[in-house]
C-alpha cells in the first residue's frame, strides 16, 4: 500500500504557474504508475496527465497539453505537475493518483489503486 500527500497549490493569477507535488510513502514508489486528476465545482473527476514507472512516457489531457509537464523522481518518491499560463479554467482540486498498472487505460480513474487528499489550486482572472 502507498500513502500520497500532494502539495503546492494556492491562487495565482492568470498566466502563472504552479509546481505541484506528489510524494508518496513507502519504498515501492517506482512500482507504480501515477497520474495526476482534477475536479473543478460542479463537474466530474477529470484526467489531467499521467506518467509511467520508467518516466519516459507520459499522458496528457488535450487541453493541458503545452502548458502543463508532469514528471517524477524515484529517489525522492514524488511527482511533479508543472503548470504553466494557467486559465480560470484550471481552477479545481488536483488530486494525485497511484496505479499498480494503468496498461492503455491511464485516463481512467477505476485504474488508479491510491488516492492522496487533493490540493486547491484558483487561478484569478
Known amino acids: 500500500q502507498v500513502q500520497l500527500v500532494e502539495s503546492g497549490g494556492g491562487l495565482v493569477q492568470a498566466g502563472g504557474s504552479l509546481r505541484l507535488s506528489c510524494k508518496a510513502s513507502g519504498r515501492t514508489f517506482n512500482s507504480y504508475e501515477m497520474g495526476w486528476f482534477r475536479q473543478a465545482p460542479g463537474k466530474e473527476q477529470e484526467f489531467v496527465a499521467a506518467?509511467?514507472?520508467?518516466?519516459?512516457?507520459?499522458y496528457y489531457t488535450d487541453s493541458v497539453k503545452g502548458r502543463f509537464t508532469i514528471s517524477r523522481d524515484g529517489a525522492k518518491s514524488t511527482v511533479y505537475l508543472q503548470m504553466n499560463s494557467l486559465t480560470p479554467e484550471d481552477t479545481a482540486v488536483y488530486y494525485c493518483a497511484a496505479s499498480h498498472e494503468f496498461t492503455y487505460y491511464y485516463n481512467d480513474v477505476r485504474h488508479y489503486n491510491y488516492w492522496g487528499q487533493g490540493t486547491q489550486v484558483t487561478v484569478s482572472s
Open positions: 506518467i509511467s514507472r520508467s518516466g519516459g512516457t507520459t
